[in-house]
């Protein structure tokens, strides 16, 4: 099993004397820079000069432009968008960096992709929350902490590590538990949950809502039963508590047997094979390099694909149950605060 830590186990000296500075303050940088402060740090906030930077003085920082925040501080936590961290980085951080600065990341993209190669002497740390924004600050604050993959890049003497784990510590992970994992890991695990799992899921919803109407079902009933009851999101939730098999206890004796009976059906060889293709356009970095070329073209798939997605007749029949949509998005906020 995978060495978890916990409060208890780290040591917060590691921190002692060094200037933290977070550069971003969106999701994570946001939730990350208030969590510190609460835990008696004072980070540096560098920020291009957008809503962004409003926001964190609106919060009590004085924010600074990137590259001097890159220049005062020995500890960066770089907290913009994966996607334009390799330039902001060439541009605004790499001519800063000192020999014994730490670069601190929120994922493992850049790093295990080689969109970003930090010089010889910089420790370069992971500290990716598995929670949003939002999560991160709300669970600090009610004291419940989050889970959080933990890494150090090249680390013979474990101190990369531990400068990871005092970070986790003081943005409040440790509390639930940080697990120590690599920026491979992370990236893997992360993509391929994006690139089979999430679209395996919305591939048959998609399958399920056509079928139905085909049938002679009504669009607007068949969408309510998909996602708009809020049942999907009570099966998740008893996931965790009940187990991923578990929940299936709650269910009729009649949804048992036809659950447990056809799931294997549902992964017929073709399926499989789209797997492992899958896989290895992650690992490989096949997509990465895919990506990278869709942004640099200026992203037309992407535009054509999210056009696709909204002609589907679901997205037409939920605009029609609004009202329903309001009704049950609030207690789905209410239980997340
Ligand atoms: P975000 O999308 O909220 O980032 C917004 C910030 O990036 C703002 O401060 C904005 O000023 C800055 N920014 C955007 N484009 C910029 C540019 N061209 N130049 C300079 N600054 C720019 O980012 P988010 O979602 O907080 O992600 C940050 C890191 O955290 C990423 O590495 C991401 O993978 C990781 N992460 C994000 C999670 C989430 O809650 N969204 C969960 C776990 C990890």
Redesign the pocket.
Known sequence: MARMYRDEDVDMGVLAGRRIGI???????QAQALNLRDSGFVPLVG??D?A??SRAAADGFAVRP?AEVAEAADIIL?????E??P??YQEQIRPHLRPGDVLC???G?NIYYRAIVPPEGVRTIMV??????RA?RNLYQQQLGFPCLVAGENDPDGGAMRIALALAKAIGATRFGAFESSFREETVIDLFAEQMLWPGIVKLCLLYFEKLVANGCDPEIVTTELHLSGEFVEIAKAMITHGFFGQLKLHSQTSQYGQLSRADRMAPPELLAQVDRAIDEVVSGRFHTEWVREQQAGKPKMRELWQQALEHPLAKSEAKLQALREIVARPCEDRSQ
């Open positions: 550069v971003g303050y969106g999701n994570q940088g920020n291009r957008d962004y930077a990137i770089f907290l913009i968008p994966d334009v961290q330039q902001v990341f929120a994922s993209y990716a929350p598995r929670m949003i924004g991160v």
